[in-house]
Nanobody, 126 residues
């Protein structure tokens, strides 16, 4: 049974930082592209960023580029989302997800994603 479990969410002031973690089990983690998504109240879920299987490639939503960094540890079966310079607009439930398709290098991050975590709440106060 595949499980993705996010942690690290919480309440932070604008300009602050948080690091989210997503621990995976029940799958061969290194075979999976891992992505982070978020959903704010009343809005659709949106792509935040993704990292390739070996970690050499990343792709980010434009509005988080330069503020958010995705990394992974294929020994610990964990993917991370380091968020800095947080803004109230970053408030959302954050989800990690994984897929095992072999897209081209330029499209590695594209959905659909097969496995999803339960989400962790991030709230940024102004």
């Amino acid at each position: 049974q595949v499980q993705l479990i996010e942690s690290g969410g919480g309440l932070v002031q604008a300009g602050g930082s948080l690091r989210l973690s997503c621990a995976a089990s029940g799958l061969t983690f290194s075979n999976y592209v891992m992505g982070w998504f978020r959903q704010a109240p009343g809005k659709e879920r949106e792509f935040v960023g993704a990292i390739s299987r070996g970690g050499s490639l990343t792709n980010y939503k434009e509005s988080v580029q330069g503020r958010f960094t995705i990394s992974r540890d294929n020994v610990k079966n964990t993917v991370y989302l380091q968020m800095s310079s947080l803004e109230p607009e970053d408030t959302a439930v954050y989800y990690c997800a994984g897929h095992s398709r072999h897209n081209s290098a330029g499209s590695f991050y594209r959905p659909p994603y097969d496995h999803w975590g339960q989400g962790t709440q991030v709230t940024v106060s102004s």
